[in-house]
């Protein structure tokens, strides 16, 4: 999770550091008498550490579009705002809030996301699927599809069944399906469609529905109305085929999800199996 600062949108994982910072009481060369590390800044003797800065802009560059212009005055704004905060900070300190039960454990609830993002994010990249395992988990998903079929259909929706019925005869006497989907239906997202509800598989639907659907044969419509909580249907079945997945290098990086989040999860589970909570 990110909270952000506002207009510079700086990471409060990175932001954590500046209390690292201040806590440690680094202060300039010449009144510790110690070698420090390259500061950005002094704010009343107190070291604002560069790298701070080049840690909140790389993750600024991160979250950035690829190809975006980078604002030549990041840095400088940066600095400013870091400026900014260590003063509040040494205000909060002569305040006594650190000192806070409901402030500090606010710091180390800080602290520990800053700590447990990185560590997932280095476990995330040391255990990333292989091509091996993707193409295992594809051909898995694969054959569970099995014989599963999708299919095209058209619905007219009615308020009443005397209405569907009535809708019914008038199919009987050879009016057009669509025609009467654009006058009738009251479905608003496919009447203008003449009731096409594209290919689709029988769990998008109510079971009702469904069941009603795939009892049809090609070109066949329904001879008495089915009630879902919606209203009563007529249904056409304009077609159905088997599913077909789509290739290995269109669903690559959904995969690539999908396969890491299952391995955290095992990762978890067995983190949580070993572990001694009283």
């Known amino acids: 999770m990110k909270f952000k600062l506002k207009h510079l949108g700086i990471t409060f994982a990175a932001l954590s550091l500046i209390s690292i910072a201040g806590c440690a009481g680094d202060r300039s060369p010449a009144a510790s008498g110690k070698e420090t590390k ?67 454990a606010r710091q180390n609830l800080a602290s520990q996301n800053a700590l447990i993002r990185d560590y997932v994010q280095d476990w995330m990249k040391n255990n990333a699927p292989s091509d091996d395992e993707l193409k295992k988990e594809y051909e898995t998903i694969k054959a569970s599809l099995g014989d599963q079929k999708e299919y095209h259909a058209r619905h007219i929706l009615l308020k009443t069944e005397k209405d569907a019925k009535n809708v019914i005869g008038r199919l009987q006497k050879g009016a057009k399906f669509a025609d009467l989907a654009r006058s009738k239906s009251l479905d608003p997202g496919s009447k203008d469609n003449g009731g096409d509800l594209g290919w ?27 009630r879902t909580e919606y209203g009563y249907h007529v249904i056409l079945l304009e077609d159905m085929r088997n ?14 999800q999908h396969l890491q989040q299952k391995k955290w999860q095992e990762y978890m589970t067995k983190l949580e199996a070993g572990a001694e909570v009283k």
């Open 38 to 104: 390259p500061a950005a800044a002094f704010v009343n003797g107190i070291a604002i550490p560069d790298e701070l800065i080049e840690v909140i802009v790389a993750e600024q560059r991160a979250q950035q579009p690829q190809g975006a212009k980078e604002d030549p005055n990041m840095k400088d704004s940066i600095r400013k705002e870091l400026v900014r905060r260590a003063l509040l900070e040494q205000d909060a300190i002569k305040a006594g809030i650190n000192k806070r039960p409901d402030t500090l």
């Open 200 to 226: 689709v598989t029988p769990a998008a639907f109510v079971p009702p529905f469904s069941e009603a659907m795939t009892k049809l044969t090609k070109s066949q419509y329904s001879q008495t109305p089915v």
């Open 243 to 256: 599913v077909e997945p789509p290739d290995f290098d269109t669903v690559k990086p959904e995969l690539q």
